[in-house]
């Protein structure tokens, strides 16, 4: 059994989204050479600073915002956990409100697993699993699913989620 319900619906991708992998620093977010009146319209990248819990210490990570007008923020879950989304559009959207997310919502980044190279006593290379920041936007709903999945009681006790709400408009 996963380690949370996830409820979701199988979306064709056009797959010419982007590429990124895990990274314990900064999102690998690129920023499109635009004109300055295009640019002008573009809604400002946002940083998001995620604490990843569990004494692997803090990141911040940039966003570009997928509405006009939103907010960013990071909500915890116990794992396990349930989280109704569904991929649309290359973007991880909510579809059943809790006490934490509403319908429409969209999950910008999970904590994750992710093995790296290390090295034991400045000598030997060894591979060490730690927890790291996985931005889903774009990424194959697979690999979104293993990312999720990855947290799994025996390795941590909580999840982060980097969450977009869009603002309403007066």
């Known amino acids: 059994m996963l380690p949370f319900a996830l409820v979701c619906a199988f979306v064709a991708r056009d797959g010419a989204l982007g590429m990124s992998a895990f990274n314990p620093g900064r999102s690998a977010t690129s920023r ?6 295009r640019a002008a319209a573009r809604p400002v990248m946002q940083d998001v600073t995620v604490d990843l819990g569990e004494g692997f210490g803090k990141i911040i990570a940039d966003f570009q915002p997928v509405f006009d007008a939103s907010e960013f923020f990071v909500v915890r879950y116990g794992v396990p956990f349930d989280l109704a ?63 999720f999945t990855a947290n799994r009681k025996s390795v941590t006790n909580d999840v982060a989620l980097v969450v977009e709400r869009e603002k309403k408009r007066d």
């Open 32 to 37: 499109p050479a635009v004109g300055a009146a």
């Open 85 to 147: 989304v569904e991929p649309k559009d290359g973007k991880v959207v909510v579809t059943k409100t809790d006490d934490k997310l509403r319908e429409g919502d969209v999950v910008r980044a999970t904590t994750t697993f992710s093995m790296r190279m290390d090295t034991s006593f400045g000598l030997l290379p060894a591979a060490k699993k730690t927890k790291a920041l996985f931005d889903v936007t774009g990424k194959d709903w697979d690999a979104v699913v293993e990312a």
